[in-house]
T-cell receptor, first 114, second 112 residues
């Protein structure tokens, strides 16, 4: 069985500060991991994905995430927050690269203060 | 290709009525997924199609819910005898074995 835990339902940062959104996963098979972003009343947009290649994954909009098997973590970071980053972020785990049986975390809402 | 398209974007219905949502996936994608998202939660898996075959159904998909994907192209999700607890965002996604799931913008259902 697979599961995802996102630590912190809300995270607030100042514009220009480091963004760190935490995600821990549980999987009985090698996981495929994803981060999605959702703006109000919109669908989900893929930020980045880990598919067992490089452990440090770079995504769109300056985001990156590091897969740490020993810690079962896949935290999302961005060096400098921008106002446009304010959104809901979802970590997800899947049984394959194609999103089969994708399990989503509960989400973390990111607030960016001017 | 303009991505995954869902219609309608919003639906308000009275309790007890039936509703149907449509999803048009990206044309070259053979996988299609339906998810339900309630306020403050992540999407929850409802069902999965590989071409026209419905291969997986969640326990969340009660007998009032039915999904089809005739000819392996567009899909419909029908909810019969809607209840207030059905109010949610219904998301459709499509993909292939080698790509992640691409999501539509969703259909927001409000049952009054």
């Amino acid at each position: 069985a697979q599961s995802v835990t996102q630590l912190g339902s809300h995270v607030s940062v100042s514009e220009g500060a480091l963004v760190l959104l935490r995600c821990n996963y549980s999987s009985s098979v090698p996981p495929y991991l994803f981060w999605y972003v959702q703006y109000p009343n919109q669908g989900l947009q893929l930020l980045l994905k880990y598919t067992s290649a490089a452990t440090l994954v770079k995504g769109i909009n300056g985001f990156e995430a590091e897969f740490k098997k020993s810690e079962t973590s896949f935290h999302l970071t961005k060096p400098s927050a921008h106002m446009s980053d304010a959104a809901e972020y979802f970590c997800a785990v899947s049984a394959d690269t194609g999103g089969f049986k994708t399990i989503f975390g509960a989400g973390t809402r990111l607030f960016v203060k001017a | 290709d303009t991505g995954v398209s869902q219609n309608p974007r919003h639906k308000i219905t009275k309790r007890g009525q039936n509703v149907t949502f449509r999803c048009d996936p990206i044309s070259e994608h053979n996988r299609l997924y339906w998810y339900r998202q309630t306020l403050g939660q992540g999407p929850e898996f409802l069902t999965y199609f590989q071409n026209e075959a419905q291969l997986e159904k969640s326990r969340l998909l009660s007998d009032r819910f039915s999904a089809e994907r005739p000819k392996g192209s567009f899909s419909t999700l029908e909810i019969q005898r809607t209840e207030q607890g059905d109010s949610a965002m219904y998301l459709c996604a499509s993909g292939n074995a080698n790509t992640e799931a691409f999501f539509g913008q969703g259909t927001r259902l409000t049952v009054v």
